[in-house]
Nanobody
Framework: QVQLVESGGGLVQSGGSLRLSCTAS????????MGWFRQAPGKEREGVAC???????AHLADSVKSRFAIRSRANDTIYLQMNNLEPEDTGIYYC????????????????WGRGTQVAVST
């Protein structure tokens, strides 16, 4: 069983930056990937970014590609650097573990963290 713990959320003004972190623990084997989903109030959960922990290939959603970056450290930690944040980026950000494809489908990820809140004010 895998546990995922997120940190780094908070309140920031539009145009500001935040860095989210996620550390995985438990049974980590094989060619797995980690990533981030988010859910804004009243909206569906959507994929933001993911990275394969062995090849380091990554995918980001088109809406964040020019502003966000995903990085990994060792085989159990990822970071989401979020720059030039917009109010539309507000939501709960979930760390996930599973398989990373450009489609960023939630069903590709088996493990989910509890989430960390990001709020961007105007």
């Amino acid at each position: 069983q895998v546990q995922l713990v997120e940190s780094g959320g908070g309140l920031v003004q539009s145009g500001g930056s935040l860095r989210l972190s996620c550390t995985a623990s438990g049974f980590l084997v094989g060619d797995y990937a980690m990533g981030w989903f988010r859910q804004a109030p009243g909206k569906e959960r959507e994929g933001v970014a993911c990275i394969r922990m062995t090849s380091l290939s990554a995918h980001l959603a088109d809406s964040v590609k020019s502003r966000f970056a995903i990085r990994s450290r060792a085989n159990d930690t990822i970071y989401l650097q979020m720059n030039n944040l917009e109010p539309e980026d507000t939501g709960i950000y979930y760390c996930v573990l599973g398989h990373c494809w450009s489609r960023l489908w939630r069903n590709d990820f088996e493990s989910w963290g509890r989430g960390t809140q990001v709020a961007v004010s105007t």
